[in-house]
């Protein structure tokens, strides 16, 4: 029985990746991530929107340059989910504890 071309396996170092396996996987598909990040874009592009209204918009919503507002709120809320997310970030499930006789 020669085992000299495969490594040793380590029980604690399997477990250590699987670990970060799971708590890659948690952060990956947070959905404070997603919606951050969409609200961002978004916000991004209507606010731009805004600031470059022709006068003729403008009027059209009585005065207030409601694309540019908008844009701001939604830059904002997504910028505050993505803070949410990074200083609160989402911890990996826990493992499911097998019995190795079952």
């Known amino acids: 029985m020669d085992n000299q071309g495969q490594p040793a396996q380590d029980p604690l170092i399997d477990e250590a990746q699987a670990e ?3 708590s890659a996987a948690a952060r990956l598909f947070d959905i404070r991530r997603v919606i951050g990040g969409l609200f961002v874009a978004y916000g991004v592009i209507v606010t731009l929107i805004g600031i470059f209204d022709s006068r003729a918009e403008i009027d059209k919503a009585e005065g207030v340059r409601i694309n540019l507002w908008a ?6 809320f997504g910028l505050l989910m993505l803070l949410w997310q990074w200083l609160r970030p989402a911890e990996p499930p826990a493992a499911n504890e097998k019995d190795p006789g079952s």
Do not use: K, S
Not at 71 to 76: F, H, I, N, P, R
């Open 20 to 22: 970060q396996r799971r």
């Open 71 to 76: 844009g701001l709120v939604m830059l904002a």
